[in-house]
């Protein structure tokens, strides 16, 4: 890729990041900027106007016929728009030999070009997965900072890694570490490495993929091709952070080849870890911890025959002093951990981060307590793999009566059947896709109810729970058959518990009383 200054810029797309794309070009030196949307008056459009006054704004299809008024020298990518929306104006640019590039390209180029100015070097620490990035990346910030280094914080999370780039020049505060949070369209929009191009490959320092569900097929095509989007994200030289609980996850680490140094990795999961610097969780004396298994001694080389040195379990804290709640959310903790570890922060500060994380909205949050039942605000769970992950964080504690329903996208539900058996007392099901939903867990042995809104939904739940239960809003669904979005979900699911708590007396907000 070609550096910006007197590049003619093609942006498709006017979301956050193709304006951020639009920006950064232009205070590059572009010599002239164009951004096509399908969108007459897309939201973003005021901004572009005052922020870029030169660029050209286009509406209409992204089809090869938008070149033929437009001068490009670099066409850049919105990760919102699918390869099929863009795949003629794609092809026919690739045709003429132009390129094709996203905003982690230009993020990547911007550093290299920091690094050979201002020996600008940080360290940066990427996640992505289906579920639990946000929690993950935003835990990790903190750890970071808690260790006393500098950090910044963007990518699909928010802001955009271009939007966070210009604030940190501008002010003078390039941050020692850069936490960044990638979705699968980010890595799929990389530039593929061209011979001959010197064009700086994306390279973290560190690197996980939490886990792969169903998710963004009708983007991706198929999971060969999600999970193949996905692992770009280790570049060739990242230390490997990989959920030994995912199969599809651990496929990702290159099998060893004779001649090569092996790639370097470790793991986290919900079990005792069995290789040196792994992290898990162990019980002991009927307490979870979480545990890393120390480094074996290199002095010591092993006499053919004999017995491996016996791995040793250091004992980090335990499970229950996290505030964030769930299996799951003990193993995203893990994660966290072994990102900042490779960053260089030392582990006292680090554990003092880790107790005070209360987690990011909707995204298994304890809403309240009534009657000795705990109601936990999971609508940012939109898909199977998401719900799975809370029904067996949650459920390893206690029973739980889940509310599931809305807009499936087309999801197979069976995989819920499991999770379901084990940990749900009875399900309540809401909206669109109720009835697919109730066909895939049908004769697993949990009772299922029928809800006409979310307020029936949380009253049944209560009915159905226990003293000492869990009501757990994790929906696997959108929300957009019923609501405005998962939010709103969210406020109105928070609205209805608390008209149980009114009802009852017995309200303890945010957690167990």
């Known amino acids: 890729m070609q550096p910006l200054q007197d590049t003619n ?28 949307d399908t969108r007459e008056t897309p939201p973003q459009l005021a901004a572009l106007r005052a922020a870029v006054p030169d660029a050209r704004f286009v509406h209409g299809a992204l ?81 970071v900072e808690r260790a006393g280094k500098t950090v910044a914080l963007a990518g699909n999370i928010g802001p955009t890694l271009l939007d966070t780039l210009v604030q940190h020049l501008d002010d003078d505060t390039l941050p020692q570490v850069w936490v960044i949070e990638l979705s699968s369209f980010q890595l799929a929009d ?93 019980k002991v004396n009927g307490m979870v911890w979480l545990v890393r298994a120390q480094e074996l001694d290199p002095t010591i080389k092993l006499r053919k025959g004999q017995e491996p040195e016996e791995l040793h379990m250091q004992r980090l804290m335990p499970a229950e002093a996290l505030r964030i709640r769930g299996q799951h959310n003990a193993v995203n903790a893990l994660t966290a951990l072994a990102l900042a570890a490779e960053a260089g922060c030392t582990l006292a500060p680090v554990l003092y981060g880790l107790r005070e994380y209360h987690g990011e909205p909707h995204r298994v949050e304890s809403v309240a307590v009534v009657d000795e039942i705990e109601y936990f605000d999971d609508s940012k769970g939109t898909n199977v793999g998401a719900t799975a992950a809370a029904l067996a964080g949650l459920g390893a504690e206690r029973k739980l009566v ?79 058959d019923m609501f405005d979005n998962y939010e709103h979900r969210a406020r109105v699911f928070v609205d209805a518990v608390h008209a149980l708590a009114e009802d009852s007396g017995q309200l303890s907000q945010g957690g167990m009383a």
């Open 402 to 480: 889940p509310i599931l329903g809305g807009d499936g996208k087309g999801q197979d539900f069976s995989p819920l059947r499991e999770p379901i058996r084990r940990a749900a007392r009875a399900v309540v099901l809401i909206g669109r896709d109720a009835p697919a939903i109730r066909a895939a867990l049908e004769g697993c042995g949990v009772k299922l109810v029928d809800a006409r809104d979310m307020h029936h939904a949380v009253d049944e739940a209560r009915r159905l729970a226990h003293a000492g239960d869990a009501v757990l809003l994790s929906p696997a669904c959108a929300s957009f």
């Open 63 to 143: 089809d090869a016929a938008l070149l033929q008024p437009v001068r490009a020298d670099l066409l850049l990518k919105s990760p919102g728009l699918t390869p099929a929306q863009v795949a003629a104006v794609v092809e026919a640019t690739r045709a003429d030999g132009i390129p094709v590039a996203g905003e982690l390209d230009l993020f990547t180029q911007a550093l290299a070009g920091l690094r050979d100015t201002q020996a600008y070097a940080p360290q940066i620490l990427a996640v992505t997965g289906t579920n639990g990035k946000t929690t993950v990346a935003s835990l990790t910030a903190q750890l």
């Open 190 to 282: 990389m530039a593929a490495p061209a011979p001959h191009d010197a064009t700086p490959a994306f390279e973290p320092t560190a690197a996980c993929v939490l886990n792969l569900s169903q998710d963004h097929l009708d983007w991706h095509g198929d999971m060969a091709s999600y999970a193949a989007a996905k692992a770009r994200i280790f570049g060739s030289q990242a230390l490997m952070v990989l959920n030994r609980d995912d199969p599809a996850v651990m496929a990702m680490l290159p099998a060893p080849v004779k001649g090569r140094a092996v790639r370097r990795s470790t793991s986290v999961g919900a079990g005792v870890p069995t290789q040196p610097g792994a992290f898990g969780l162990e």
């Open 9 to 36: 810029v093609l942006v498709l797309g006017l979301g956050s990041s193709g304006l951020a794309m639009a920006r950064w070009c232009a205070r590059q030196g572009a010599a002239s900027v164009t951004v096509a």
